[in-house]
């Protein structure tokens, strides 16, 4: 066993990087934390690693034994089982997932269906509601916003099961059905409205109205005006049902007005502190707490005769809210003025006068949420762009879901075992990824130990056993770093071509070979000297490179022109071509070195196909999952593995014969993959939720089925579902899936003409199967028939209509969905080779049904083979422009790739911040 290293059965890692990775971020250490600032620019790796580690949990151990002619046995595709968070460096059980929440400004948990709902307001764009599955961090479904500036009010009806969401820059309330996250109704409020509370036994709503002064009286199931009430300046509300009285927050006045329910009468008026903004009321102990924000404290009253009993100093409070069970209060505090500075979250004791704590949290805490089932709570950082997760029995944050960091290509040091990630830190959202970072990950604490900042993103990594380095591709600067594996000191920056992109090392050889995106060449290295030795034109569009050692061939994904080339080291000569058939899109490749063949990822047509080395008879092509972006193989177990971007999961096939042993999924957008020869982990990152899963090679754990059954469609009508991202479509009333135990998302997509109920929600496996009952129906009032036909693609393509932020996909040749009146924006999406006409708009639907017809043409000139949706930079001009130009169009190419999803995925209708 190697120095550093833990036993083959070691827990697994998944670090997702979150968080905004800043100059100043740093890691504890017992010496005072150390900066990534720090000169020189690294970080202290043994003070990382003597932090301490968590506990590892059992994993399944690798299985043993060899099949005749040395193969190693066959094993099963792996299993996700932790998630490191970067941001602080914190370990959280399961396949946790992240995505991009630009700018939450509220939050609330529905405990009926187990989704959190965040609402955000990215800057220049249009407000959204998220549904999120709080035990993976998958975003099911995006519901777009019209009601106002932001949806900074957000509130929970458990009598309606409805969610209630309105911004100060309108009069509108929009209120969601819970089940379904469709809009229910829009409720006519005054103007402003911030807050509201619920009276479920009289299933009354009471919304304040800032700017109109006064409070909406609501019907919650019709939402029929009941009235409206005069308070100066409303900012928060809460009700109290114990003694039947509307606690409203009044912020010109500084006071809290008591009203009637019944009628609005005043019934007094409390003096608190200055600029009372949130109001919440404890069931436990029947007190109501008032979040001051010009006085920077938290008033406390008695609900009972409504006399403040306690004043408790916290600084700049923000928002309030209360666990119904212990009675515990929580408190953010946001400085209002400071958009970098972290805030915290202060715990108090029922009564709210002892602290049990301070959490420190995101950037911008905004909006609390509780959810009792799960033990958590749940802050919406605006600034930071995430949702960090409390856990409340032990008082400290046990994660994020966020995604500021994309991370890309990954490998394996063979001397210790640690994985090291080349990433971007992005900027706002909408912005080209900025600075890059070379992160060092030590799977036995499963701990960050190391970083390393560079001035332009990183791409593509690779170790070297020969002298220890790293090569690290920087596609915008044009530039390899050569970098030392034990310090992270940049021994050489290597001009190397326009825009290296992937990187393969045969250090029998000494040679490193380049991928250069831009200038349809590989760039060879010398690294006893570490410059370029020569390069050799291999095609437009070259990305992914490998080596194989025993036969001296270099492989090449040449992109733009559906081949494989084949390098002879010898010679630095291409030997031979293999076609990969019209528009496959080759991305990536690897070498089995005991069997006959290399295996390429066929990106556009999702398929992984079985090449021979230097001629002979081609090897079986197998269709995996949406959208192969890369390709490993394993020597501990013989198998070939990929990574599946469109639909979110690694596929195992055998490495002789191209059978699919298994597939699991991991993240939202995995992207690239790493093994360990030696223990036969698979390190995976994943670009759409910011993080790098590792998989345990061992036996898969028991699953068991998950079946969807529908109501309510006609014999033979197309539905679809999808659990925790993988996708079935068929016309039988049920669909079958299997999964081990855990806590998974699901999402329905409609049949032509028809409306779920469910559209989405959580399902719990525990030692049995779990069936889930979805009834469709056919729309509601006021909702009216939208169909797009396609013509002109292949019978069987898939295509999608992302319409008013909701995706919908298929390969009929009609996708249908219902829509209120209104003016929407629809985009187009489809198979790579076909442009279509148009391809995005505006639709108008005023009272009647909408035929589209969406006409499809095949692509011409050399970039036909990509996808329809991003075309690929013209390069013109200087180098920086024409790298930089590149970089942008692959970046978009991925996320163009993410088909398969229903409601809505992370980086589609939300906006990534890649």
Avoid: C
């Amino acid at each position: 066993m190697r120095a550093g290293k833990r036993p083959a059965a070691r827990a697994l890692l998944v670090a997702s990087l979150v968080g905004t990775v800043l100059l100043s971020a740093s890691l504890p250490g017992p010496a005072g934390p150390r900066s990534l600032a720090d000169d020189p620019k690294t970080l202290d790796r043994e003070t990382a690693r003597s932090a301490g580690g968590i506990s590892d949990p059992p994993s399944a151990a690798p299985t043993g034994g060899a099949e005749p002619g040395g193969r190693p046995a066959a094993a099963s595709s792996g299993v996700v089982t932790a998630t490191l968070a970067l941001a602080n460096n914190t370990r959280i059980p399961g396949n946790f997932l992240g995505g991009p929440f630009p700018e939450p400004e509220s939050v609330v948990y529905d405990p009926a269906g187990g989704i959190l709902f965040v609402g955000t307001a990215p800057t220049g764009a249009t407000p959204a509601l998220l549904a999120i599955n709080p035990a993976d961090g998958y975003v099911n479904l995006t519901v777009p916003l019209s009601t106002g500036a932001s949806p900074g009010m957000l509130g929970y009806d458990p009598g309606t099961r409805t969610i209630w969401t309105g911004g100060l820059g309108s009069d509108l309330v929009s209120v969601l059905n819970g089940s379904t996250g469709r809009l229910a109704m829009e409720v006519v409020a005054g103007t402003g409205p911030a807050a509201v509370a619920f009276n479920t036994t009289g299933a009354i709503a009471y919304v304040a109205n800032t700017y109109s002064s006064n409070v909406s009286v609501v019907e919650a199931a019709s939402g029929a005006p009941l009235g409206a009430w005069a308070v100066p300046d409303p900012t928060g509300i809460a009700f109290d049902p114990v003694n039947g009285e509307l606690f409203v927050a009044s912020s010109d006045t500084d006071t809290v007005v008591a009203l009637d329910p019944e009628d609005g009468e005043i019934v007094r008026q409390i003096p608190v502190g200055t600029a009372p903004s949130a109001v919440a009321w404890n069931p436990v102990d029947g007190s109501v707490y008032v979040a001051n924000t010009g006085s920077n404290n938290l008033s406390v009253i008695d609900g009972a005769d409504a006399s403040v009993t306690a004043t408790v100093s916290i600084p700049d409070p923000s928002a309030v809210a209360v666990d119904p069970a212990s009675g515990d209060v929580y408190v953010a505090s946001a400085p209002p003025a400071n958009a970098s500075a972290s805030g915290n979250v202060s715990v108090l004791r029922a009564g709210g006068r002892s602290f049990v704590g301070i959490i420190p949290v995101g950037v911008g805490p905004v909006g609390l949420a509780i959810a009792p089932p799960l033990g958590e709570l749940f802050v919406a950082n605006q600034f930071s762009d995430n949702v960090s997760i409390v856990d409340e029995a032990t008082g400290s944050a046990v994660g994020t879901l966020p995604r500021t960091v994309v991370p890309y290509g990954t490998a394996v040091d063979l001397d210790t075992g640690d994985v090291f990630v080349a990433a971007a830190e992005t900027g706002a959202v909408g912005t080209v990824n900025r600075t890059g970072l070379l992160l060092e990950i030590d799977p036995a604490t499963d701990r960050i130990v190391g970083g390393l900042l560079a001035p332009a993103p990183l791409y593509g990594v690779a170790f070297d056993p020969g002298n220890g380095l790293l090569y690290v591709t920087s596609p915008l600067r044009g530039t390899v770093l050569a970098v030392n594996g034990s310090s992270l000191a940049i021994v050489a920056t290597i001009e190397a071509g326009s825009a290296p992109f992937d990187v393969a090392i045969d250090p029998a050889y000494a040679a490193v070979y380049i991928s250069d995106l831009e200038s349809g060449e590989v760039t060879v290295i010398d690294p006893t000297t570490e410059s370029p030795a020569t390069a050799v034109a291999v095609g437009p569009m070259p990305e992914g490179i490998a080596v194989d050692p025993a036969a001296g061939i270099v492989a090449v994904a040449v992109e733009g022109a559906n081949r494989v080339a084949e390098i002879d080291e010898a010679t630095d000569r291409v030997v031979a071509n293999e076609s990969t058939g019209n528009s496959s899109a080759p991305a990536a490749v690897t070498f089995d070195p005991l069997g006959p063949y290399f295996a390429a990822a066929l990106s556009a047509s999702s398929e992984v196909a079985f090449l021979p080395v230097e001629g002979g008879s081609p090897g079986p092509v197998q269709t995996v999952g949406l959208s192969p972006e890369a390709v490993a193989y394993s020597p501990a177990n013989g198998l070939v593995y990929s990574v599946d971007v469109g639909s979110s999961e690694v596929t195992a096939l055998d490495g002789a014969t191209g059978a699919i042993v298994g597939s699991v999924s991991v993240g939202l957008a995995p992207v690239d993959l790493a093994v360990d020869p030696e223990d036969g982990e698979l390190f995976a990152t994943d670009e759409g939720s910011g993080a790098v899963s590792a998989l345990s090679l061992g036996a898969l754990p028991a699953a068991y089925p998950i079946v969807l059954s529908e109501t309510g469609l006609p014999p033979g009508t197309l539905w679809a579902g999808t659990i925790n991202g993988s996708l079935d479509r068929a016309e039988a009333p049920e669909l079958l899936f299997l999964e081990p135990n855990g806590s998974y998302s699901f999402a329905v997509e409609a049949g032509p003409g028809y409306e779920a109920d469910p559209t989405f929600g959580t399902l719990v496996v525990d030692g049995q199967g779990v069936g889930r009952p979805v009834a469709f129906h056919g729309p509601g009032p006021g909702h009216y028939l939208l169909t797009f036909r396609e013509e002109g693609l292949p019978s069987g393509a898939n295509w999608s209509v992302t319409f008013a932020g909701v995706r919908a996909a298929g390969t009929n040749a009609t996708i249908t969905m219902f829509s209120e009146n209104g003016t929407f924006p629809y985009v187009v999406d489809g198979p790579a080779g076909y442009v279509p006409t148009p391809n995005s708009g505006a639709v108008v639907v005023d009272g009647a049904t909408v035929n589209l017809t969406i006409r499809w043409a095949p692509a011409i000139g050399p970039g036909s083979g990509g996808p329809t949706t991003v075309d690929r930079a013209v390069l013109v001009g200087g180098l920086a422009l024409a790298a930089a130009a590149i970089v942008v169009a692959l970046l978009s190419r991925r996320r163009s790739r993410r088909t398969g999803r229903v409601g809505g995925a992370p980086g589609g209708a939300t906006g990534g911040d890649e």
